[in-house]
């Protein structure tokens, strides 16, 4: 029996074809958008937190905070509490959860063992950056790598008893004659004598308290040594950095870089805050998900060519089949 097309059929199955096109773009799209927000997740400007150290306040990263907003940046600079390694980075956590997406996580000295601490298992920290830091490993603590690296600290502060809601301890101040030439020699002495006057002391367990976790051993990080440091010894501050496998810059420098230093200290953030997923190496050693991102965008793209291909066959069928 001969078959006779419907009249317009043949305009119906081109017609098929098209929105069967149609359906397989979109598919594809729908597929491949995924893997292209994953992607553009760099794109995102991070939010910045520095955390100062001893003898310091959160005004020592004015001039850095400036340049940051400069370039688009949301900064927050809280108030290290100096009073001890693990209620101190308990603190800085606290101020991490309250940020919404992701975040560079900056250490001024005593700030980078907080930091080393107060950023394990927060997903949402990406980068470390250590500015003349402490980074300690698991065990060690700001005064056992002292030992190892010694530097003029050690003859340049008196120990002063506190009490505190019926908590007494130690802290520790840096001599005002000795604060210039050992925390800030690249700066106005007119300007570290305001320093000495307002510097904030530090609790002895800041500096005697060990270490529990190491994050800087699972997110990327990044290190500026300050060659003419006096208050942590750039040596130990080349060993952190190498050990670590951070990115590390060195200059011309006394302790408080982010002070006398602000631009190359906000380089460095920068670079943190807009390096490529492909440039961390934490992730290239774990692995990275931008090729399983790529074989499922590709598996989809292939899947949603069969379904509308298979569409097509199946709606041409239908249409090439005679009335009843």
């Known amino acids: 029996m001969t078959v006779f097309p419907v009249p317009g059929s043949r305009r119906r199955i081109r017609r098929t074809h098209v929105i069967a096109a149609g359906c397989a773009v979109a598919l594809c799209t729908s597929v491949a958008a995924p893997a292209a927000a994953d992607g553009g ?3 995102t400007k991070p939010t910045i937190v520095l955390v100062h150290g001893a003898f310091a306040d959160a005004s020592s990263w004015n001039g850095v905070v400036e340049r940051l907003e400069h370039h688009g940046y949301t ?3 809280p108030a290290n509490p100096l009073r001890g390694l693990y209620s101190d980075s308990a603190y800085i956590a606290s101020v991490l959860d309250s940020i919404k997406g992701p975040i560079v ?3 001024h000295s005593y700030g980078g063992a907080l930091i080393s601490t107060a950023a394990a298992d927060n997903p949402q920290v990406k980068s470390l950056v250590y500015v003349s830091a402490l980074m300690p490993d698991v065990g060690e603590s700001g ?4 030992a190892k690296f010694p530097s003029e600290l050690g003859t340049a502060t008196k120990s002063v008893p506190y009490r505190a809601g019926g908590v007494s301890g130690t802290d520790l101040y840096l001599k005002p004659d000795k604060l210039h030439q050992v925390f800030a020699a690249d700066l ?3 300007t570290t ?3 000495a006057v307002t510097q904030r002391p530090a609790a002895t367990t800041a500096f005697s308290e060990t270490a529990k976790v190491a994050a800087w051993k699972h997110i990327p990080s990044w290190f500026l040594v300050a060659k003419q440091d006096k208050t942590i010894n750039p040596d130990q501050e080349r060993f952190e ?5 951070s990115h590390m810059v060195e200059i011309d420098s006394s302790h408080v870089a982010m002070i006398s230093h602000p631009d190359a200290v906000t380089d460095l953030v920068l670079q943190a805050a807009t390096a490529a997923d492909s440039a961390r190496p934490a992730l290239a050693a774990t692995g990275t998900t931008h ?3 790529a074989e499922t965008a590709l598996t989809g793209i292939a899947a949603a060519s069969l379904i509308a291909g298979a569409g097509t066959v199946l709606l041409g069928r239908r249409l090439r089949r005679p009335a009843s």
Do not use: W, Y
């Open 75 to 77: 900064v927050i600079a």
């Open 105 to 107: 996580l900056v250490g």
């Open 143 to 146: 005064m056992t790598l002292g």
């Open 241 to 245: 950095a190498k050990r670590a496998g």
């Open 291 to 293: 090729d399983a991102q």
């Open 41 to 43: 997740t760099t794109a």
């Open 188 to 190: 106005p002495e007119s």
């Open 193 to 195: 004598r305001v320093m």
